[in-house]
């Protein structure tokens, strides 16, 4: 991936911080997503308009205190079944798509990139680790994610690492308690020593100490951000409603 950056018309150099993405023509959109952060978006157009060498969004996430450029998206609007050629076109592309941001019959295709590791590949649409770098604390085994109670469990406490957020920003609230503090401390001790019963046995403290208005958001920003990860046709296959449309499929089902 550092490849890939390295080829971008700008240069990554040029867009390594968000005050140099806006001065290149980007600007900060949806505010800072839990496992994406925030984008930065270059207007873009149709299919023929995606250009490999550069990416129209660019992903900046906080870590050590500063926002750093973890990744990238192409992004073009066109007919939900599109045939257009697009870049990286493979089964482990994670092209997906937004309708909520198209007109009627056109969606929002969309592939993200990452510059940093991710829990579940390069193109992965959502990526877990990202939390746990804001907060400081180490990483799983990326080995853990082929199980999927581990996962399921990395992945809940990555969004439970996520500060609550009031309308778009960090709401105001107590830090983490003592024993919060000590339970994620043994979570950071755990991975870094990458002993997976000892990481296990931290995660199901930390998962049930979270309340029960932490475990509806967590529950929450899981469901709907995997759904937005999603191409149009795997949520209609499983039944969920489009975003922003209320429907359950194209059928009208």
Request: charged share 20%.
């Given at each position: 991936?550092s490849a890939l950056r390295s080829q971008f018309s700008v240069g990554a150099a040029a867009l390594n911080t968000p005050e140099l993405a806006i001065a290149a023509g980007f600007r900060p959109a949806l505010g800072d997503i839990p496992g994406m ?217």
């Amino acid at each position: 991936m550092s490849a890939l950056r390295s080829q971008f018309s700008v240069g990554a150099a040029a867009l390594n911080t968000p005050e140099l993405a806006i001065a290149a023509g980007f600007r900060p959109a949806l505010g800072d997503i839990p496992g994406m952060g925030v984008h930065y978006v270059k207007s873009g157009g149709g299919p023929d308009d995606v250009d490999v060498n550069a990416p129209n969004h660019l992903m900046f996430a906080e870590m050590d205190g500063t926002d750093k450029l973890v990744g990238a998206a192409y992004a073009f609007v066109d007919a939900i079944d599109t045939d257009a050629v697009v870049p990286f076109d493979s089964d482990l592309a994670n092209w997906h798509d937004h309708p909520q941001f198209a007109g009627d019959g056109q969606t929002l295709h969309m592939l993200h990139i990452w510059f940093i590791p991710s829990s579940n590949g390069p193109f992965a649409g959502l990526n877990f680790w990202l939390p746990y770098r804001t907060a400081g604390v180490a990483i799983p085994s990326s080995c853990w994610m082929a199980d999927d109670a581990d996962a399921l469990r990395i992945q809940t406490v990555s969004f439970g690492l996520v500060p609550p957020r009031l309308f778009g920003r960090q709401a105001e609230a107590a830090g983490p308690s003592p024993e919060r503090i000590e339970m994620i401390a043994a979570l950071d001790a755990a991975a870094r020593a990458v002993d997976h019963d000892a990481w296990v046995a931290a995660a199901d403290v930390f998962i049930a100490d979270l309340s029960d208005s932490e475990q509806v958001r967590v529950q929450g920003l899981l469901g709907n951000l995997g759904a937005n990860q999603m191409s149009s046709a795997e949520r209609d296959a499983a039944g969920i409603a489009q975003p922003g449309s209320g429907r359950r499929g194209r059928d009208g089902n």
